[in-house]
């Protein structure tokens, strides 16, 4: 049930406006320029707001920040279905910010751990793994409520699954913990060690990276020379590779480091990018599913990672606070990567391609990995 919800939540955020930014910007006389931007502004409201989840998670429990976040969703993408000029259709795409910073997985893992402890890494693994369902379903599904029905309805549909499928899960089947601590949290009270810097820079770039894809892959696939049809379903190559490589974790990698597979995650896009530019139409789906072995890895790791390292005590805080500056770095990756992707498929691809090996480089200094 919680992985469901994610798949949801995933699919009515990071992925939605692949597909639907050039016919809602159509429909309403605009381009996507100021869609996309939007998408920025709700990127840096999510990161505004992840700290502030983190305590709310402490004080009263994952299950109620995760209601709080589907109505968030929900409001917002009925903003978007109702849009009668550009403006609110925009202001509707930055409030999906809202819910991002309180319903992902940040908040999801958190419920595990109050559920299952320092044990939760394998039930981290198959939450992630249902979730990808968003991307390997959500833009094909995006596509064909668009297609039966117009770009209005499509926000509806997603706005009402929030309403009466994950509300409903969040309030009554997921355990409703009380939280850990009653008093308001002081946010200093956790050090930033060197150890959770490090962590920060490296969850960063993959952050950046996986947000500037889920907005552009289907584009990125046509600029390769795909059809607009056959881009927006082997786009959902990356969502299925994701859930692959997360069952792969689950079921042989799951007593290994996370940090080793984070190390290999962060080889996968620029293999796939390489391939696909030199093969074109022909190798393009290459470059989906390298990006979706990546962030099978990577979203283990996110969760995994500070867990094997400092433990489970206020660990819905700890995480929030290392993916915090993740966060504001994937405000700007759409905005930046349309820019080079307006350039070419190939500078695109290079500048994603360049993020993943400095993070690779990065993983070095996790050799002796340590709280301090």
Not at 148 to 176: D, N
Not at 224 to 237: H, P, Q, S, Y
Request: overall charge positive.
């Amino acid at each position: 049930m919680l992985g469901l919800g994610q798949a949801v939540a995933f699919a009515s955020s990071y992925y939605l406006l692949g597909v639907m930014a050039d016919p809602a910007a159509a429909a309403l006389g605009i381009g996507t320029g100021p869609v996309f931007l939007a998408l920025s502004g709700a990127f840096l409201v999510s990161a505004v707001l992840t700290p502030y989840a983190g305590q709310a998670i402490e004080r009263v429990g994952g299950a109620r920040v995760l209601a709080g976040s589907n109505l968030a969703f929900a409001f917002a993408l009925l903003m978007m279905a109702a849009a009668p000029q550009p403006l609110v259709l925009c202001l509707g795409v930055v409030l999906l910010g809202v819910g991002m910073g309180a319903g992902l997985y940040g908040t999801a893992f958190a419920v595990l751990v109050e559920m299952q402890g320092q044990g939760a890494r394998r039930a981290i693994a198959a939450v992630s793994l249902l979730g990808a369902l968003g991307g390997a379903l959500g833009w094909p599904i995006s596509r064909e409520v668009l297609d039966l029905a117009g770009w209005r309805a499509v926000f509806g549909f997603w706005a009402a699954l929030h309403l009466f499928v994950c509300l409903p899960i969040a309030l009554t089947v997921l355990p409703q913990h009380k939280g850990q601590m009653k008093a308001a949290v002081d946010v200093s009270a956790i050090r930033w060690s060197p150890t959770m810097i490090r962590m920060a820079i490296f969850f960063a770039g993959a952050w950046a990276v996986a947000s500037a894809m889920a907005a552009h892959l289907p584009r990125l696939l046509v600029d390769l020379g795909m059809t607009v049809e056959r881009a927006a379903w082997a786009a959902g190559l990356m969502a299925a590779s994701a859930m692959a490589v997360r069952l792969l974790d689950i079921t042989v990698l799951h007593r290994s480091h996370p940090i080793l597979t984070a190390r290999l995650a962060t080889l996968f896009h620029p293999a796939g990018a390489l391939l696909a530019v030199l093969l074109g139409a022909v190798g393009a789906p290459l470059a989906a599913v390298g990006q979706g072995l990546a962030n099978g890895f990577l979203s283990v790791a996110s969760g995994a990672l500070p867990l094997k390292v400092f433990g489970a005590e206020r660990y819905g805080m700890r995480q929030a606070l290392i993916l915090t500056p993740a966060r504001y770095v994937q405000a700007a990756a759409p905005a930046v990567y349309a820019l080079a992707l307006n350039v070419s498929p190939g500078v695109a691809l290079a500048l994603s391609s360049a993020i993943c090996l400095g993070m690779f480089a990065l993983s070095f200094s996790f050799r002796d990995v340590s709280p301090a």
